[in-house]
């Protein structure tokens, strides 16, 4: 007889352990796998996300995974002018290192930060397996699914009332289930980013805009604690003939920040696809959902997705958790309710966001363009922003 | 979609920096990705987009094109 659980979730990042965890929190028995050795690696992300998106879902901050502190933003059009939004001056009695103030966000090291919500999933009854692959689900009626997996090459099948897919932006998961996935090219940003030694940051997440230096996306300088910094940038590109490499080594060499980027040393090479996009229409199946990345859960300005996955795991956990004790069938149809719930705190605005980003690279002329995507940049992270907390 | 002859990819594997960028813009059936997390390779893409030679950041993704009779014996091996 194979084991049998509420829900079985594959991908252990912030998607799937917290709605692992938050599912375990309300009494479900969840099994959590993941096929990696160590989670977070290979990194695909800058590892930006703010303090109030940990508080919401319950993650308590810690040295653990901190790299370094934020206070704030500095959004630069594509000749250097900056619009500069530092809490520390705006809300100087909120915001900074003395007693009783605190960081707008943080800066995380992806690998112990996915192994801390792991952690916590695994504290809160959660059972994990690394090195265990999902290889297809099979919906068995209207009482469960089964789900084949393989750990250290040993083929294992599991029961479930519904399996999670929260198996990132290359999700296997929603494609078992014929969900349509599939992001077009000029919605997912080709991303490079160096973690380097020998360039100051001063607590500010700062973006670079403009076609000259990140056609289609944008470029940034982040803090990564212990004094380096990560520098990188995402294009479209169906945008530019030339690849997210040329235009990273372009940035370095010729942007208005040649001379702060003169002595840099790369000390580690990271990349991703980020996606620019609208969520999935679709992210329900029969005994099935899709959570974070695989549900595209990401800001389509921003590409931001630590934060959305976080809130999107705590919508799934907490429903999940209610659906499941009502002895319903975890048919398609009742599991839109998920959907519907997610759209209603997050998606719609998410949707708004993703028609605002499309506007902007609809317009032709390029110099219009940057006006644009500089004023939107530097309008989105300004405290009266209403998509302050997406 | 294309109308090209199937492809095979190759990855030179000392510029791949394992971003996933590939398999996220993949536009083939689940499976189609390699034991290093990448596109698949050494087996035909009758699709032939090339999306994810676009993609990737480091352009380390190239092809070889097969015809269509000579898959079969790819396969048989």
Redesign the interface.
Known sequence: MPSTYDIVVIGSGPAGATTARVAAENGLRVLLVDKRQELGA?I?CSGAVSRHALEEVGVPITEEFIQEPIYGFGIYDHQGSASIIDYRQMKPDEYGTGDGKKPLGYVVDRRRFDRYLMTLAERAGVETWLKTEGL?YTPNGSDSCEIRLRRFNEDITVKAKVLVGAD???S?VG??AGLRT??K?TE?A???QFVVDRVETSGLLEIITGHEWAPGGYAWVFPKGHGYAEVGLGVI??MTDK???WHLDHFLQRSFFKERFADSRILE?????V?LAAPLRTQYADHLILVGDAARHVNPITGGGIHTALSGGLIAGRFLAKFLTTGQPATAGNLKSYQDAWLEKLGDKMWQLYEEKTQIFRTNDLEERDRQLYRTMSSYFHPESEYKKI | MSHRDPVIFQIGWNAC?????C???C?Q???F?SDF?TIAVGRPCDIACM?CE??????TITHREVQKFQIDEINAA
């Open positions: 290979p695909q297809g990132g932006l290359q296997q494609k078992w599939h992001i090219i997912l080709s991303c490079l590109c169906t690849n997210a490499q090479i990271q990349g991703g696809g996606p | 920096i394992n971003c996933g960028a398999v996220a813009i536009p059936e689940a499976g990705i997390d999306l676009d993609i990737c950041p480091v352009t």
